[in-house]
């Protein structure tokens, strides 16, 4: 038994400490925005933030993520509402800039990538709000275990989706 923080609420988790995060977020928690892609710390698909960064879940042990929160694509909009002190009421109604962003430039095909973009892309704008095409192309092909891959090839759209979160979160939107 551990505790678990996940998008501000605590659990006590079940699995055996050596389980993969994504495995309990999954089918202990039935938190389902991160996903199953290769298994290997080679796709992020099923990336989340432990404590802001982003980390590949499928992998990690569930007891390294103890004592740290979790935040994933469910999470974004609470994660949002707190940094711009909105109330919890506007929370409720609120999307995260990055998930505004992926709604109006359409940017999904088939979506089993972009919970995992979502939250890389999460991470890049809290660190560099305006980052240019080359800081875009670098945190999601060098700066982890792997590149995010997407086989559905939306990357032009990711680009646009970045450039755009970006400009949302730069006006505080809602
Ligand atoms: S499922 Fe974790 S990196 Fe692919
Ligand atoms: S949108 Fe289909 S794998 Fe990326």
Not at 18 to 39: A, H, Q, S, W
Not at 60 to 80: F, I, N, S
Not at 151 to 165: F, K
Request: charged fraction near 20%; proline fraction near 6%.
């Amino acid at each position: 038994m551990s505790m678990l923080k996940v998008n501000g609420t605590e659990h006590d988790v079940r699995s055996s400490p050596d389980t993969p995060l994504l495995y309990v977020l999954r089918n202990e928690l039935g938190i389902m925005t991160p996903k199953f892609g290769c298994g290997m710390a080679q796709c992020g698909a099923c990336s989340v933030l432990l404590d802001g960064a982003e980390m590949r879940a499928c992998i990690t042990p569930v007891a390294a993520a103890e004592g740290k929160e979790v935040t994933t694509v469910e999470g974004l909009p609470a994660r949002w509402a707190k940094q711009r002190n909105l109330s919890a009421q506007t929370a409720q109604d609120t999307l995260h800039p990055v998930q505004e962003a992926w709604v109006e430039e359409q940017v999904p095909q088939c979506g089993i990538c972009q919970f995992g973009m979502m939250i890389k892309v999460t991470e890049l704008l809290e660190a560099n709000p305006k980052p240019t095409d080359a800081d875009i192309k670098a945190a999601l092909t060098t700066s982890g275990p792997s590149p995010h891959l997407c086989r559905c090839a939306s990357y032009a759209a990711i680009l646009d989706g970045v450039h755009h979160a970006a400009r949302l979160m730069a006006k505080g939107a809602k």
